[in-house]
């Protein structure tokens, strides 16, 4: 019926489909559109007994919606969704709300959101996690926007959440902060994302290659892992694909992938953004640079002939069990460190746009439905539950106590690596930036002493304060004639 449906979706493809489903899975009633109206049909006669209502324009759409009206659009980022605004835009009225639930930047979104508010619209940029059975089941949701529009659509996202706590009812959504805030959040989610999964991909190379350890045995190790602090969705889809045979050779799947990764964007935006706010988001760059160095497929294969490495050595002779377990210390280390490198962003970002961040809610929202959720997430909500003003989760006493424990395994394990000639690059950013964080005195000192000797940058001093400059040419040494 005209005008009765709670909120209207464009964009049928299998995110928005599902995240459809689990909306009128909660009682709620879906308007939906897509480009290609053949999809919008299909789509609904696949589900005639569900209270979704097809539309073959915007216009119909926006009729369909009770007031104030709830749009959101689940298409692809930049331009497209510009595009759909300014179809939009002459539908509504003031009051009504356009959500943006995909992988925009959060300058996009500071830039749409203050545009919308000029027209009296508001406007909400959402981070959505958890992929297509996320969509589906309880995705971890992070909106940010025209605070105006929190309570008009609170209802219909903390219901079709992800639920965590003792009873199951926290729902991962939260109102994340203004204009860019909620996008901005997740797009650090997707950057923690890459390190954890470049971190696992190390651990994994070294234990195949170093160790010895077949795809079963692989299984084994990732299985005992869920079982304890590393518990988490990457560690446990780690484990199953060890197990997944390929139907036509028989052989293990994961052994038949090139090894080239793909990457849609969000860890640049998060390594680039870090270089602006001038803090050291090291491991997500490494880990968008391992990535950008295995599509170098052919000029890999090229180098591997010609390059060389260590000797060959004989296999590993050590325990091996040992072994698992320093690279297991070595991992929970190396990802201690890049969730501190993400929260000090984080903190960043809100002291520069003006954000009030909840980081413990933030851990929270990411403890359920998101690709990087983990019990290990608890941990860094007492964290800043205890401390809302921590600088660095590092300084924590459960993390540091963890690092502690773990830092002569993570040594040992990068040692290790580099004697084999095998890459880690997140396990060996990390440890730098671990050994970098806690020296009291780095060599910067000489750093500024180069920059003010060719560019008169200047300096500051450990005994006095002021800013300086000195003539180094006039004040070297002289050399004597022979």
Avoid at 69 to 96: F, N, T, W
């Amino acid at each position: 019926m005209s005008g009765n449906c709670d909120i209207g979706l464009v964009g049928l493809a299998v995110m928005g489909q599902n995240l459809v489903l689990n909306m009128e899975s909660h009682g709620f009633q879906v308007a939906v559109f897509n480009r290609t109206t053949t999809v919008t049909e299909q789509f609904v006669a696949k589900h005639p007994d569900k209270r979704i209502v097809g539309c073959s324009t915007l216009q119909e759409l926006v009729e369909q919606l009770a007031r104030p009206r709830k749009v959101m659009l689940m298409i692809k980022a930049g331009r497209p969704v510009d595009d759909l605004i300014e179809q939009l835009v002459p539908l509504l009225e003031p009051g009504d709300i356009i959500i943006d639930g995909g992988n925009s930047h959060f300058a996009d979104t500071q830039r749409r959101c203050q545009q919308a508010e000029a027209q009296e619209l508001l406007y909400v940029g959402m981070g959505v996690s958890g992929g297509e059975e996320g969509a589906l089941k309880g995705p971890a949701l992070m909106p940010g926007g025209s605070k105006s529009a929190w309570e008009p659509i609170r209802p219909i996202f903390t219901a079709i959440a992800a639920k965590v706590g003792p009873n199951h009812d926290i729902p991962c959504c939260d109102w994340i902060g203004p204009d860019g805030a909620g996008h901005y959040v997740k797009m650090v989610h997707n950057g923690i994302e890459y390190g954890d999964m470049q971190l696992i991909c190390e651990a994994y190379f070294l234990m195949k290659h170093l160790l010895g350890l077949s795809n079963d045995e692989l299984y084994e190790v990732f299985d005992q892992w869920n079982r304890g602090e590393l518990n988490s969705y990457l560690i446990e889809i780690t484990r199953d694909i060890f197990s997944v045979k390929d139907p036509e050779t028989g052989q293990y799947l994961v052994d038949l992938i090139l090894d080239t990764a793909g990457a849609k964007g969000t860890g640049k935006w998060m390594s680039q953004h870090a270089l602006d706010l001038g803090v050291p988001s090291t491991l997500v760059t490494e880990a968008v640079y391992a990535r950008s160095l295995s599509a170098m497929k052919e000029a890999r294969v090229r180098a591997s002939r010609v390059l060389p490495g260590p000797e060959a050595s004989k296999p590993f002779s050590g325990d091996r069990q040992e072994a698992i377990e320093q690279i297991r210390q070595a991992l929970y280390a190396s990802k201690i460190v890049s969730y501190a490198q993400g929260f000090v962003q984080l903190r960043a970002a809100a002291e520069e746009f003006q954000w009030p961040l909840n980081y413990g809610r933030i851990a929270q929202i990411w403890r359920g439905g998101c690709i990087i959720r983990a019990q290990f997430l608890d941990r860094i909500k007492e964290a800043f539950d205890q401390d809302e003003n921590l600088e660095n989760l590092l300084m924590a006493p459960y993390f540091r106590e963890s690092v502690a424990r773990g830092q002569k395994a993570w040594r040992r394990v990068v040692c290790l690596a580099a004697e084999a000639g095998l890459p880690v690059p997140a396990f060996a950013t990390a440890l730098a930036y671990y050994d970098g964080y806690r020296q009291e005195r780095l060599p910067a000192n000489l750093l500024q002493a180069q920059r003010d000797y060719f560019g008169a940058h200047t300096y500051r001093r450990v005994d006095r304060p002021g800013t300086f400059h000195t003539d180094w040419l006039r004040l070297r040494r002289q050399v004597p004639p022979e």
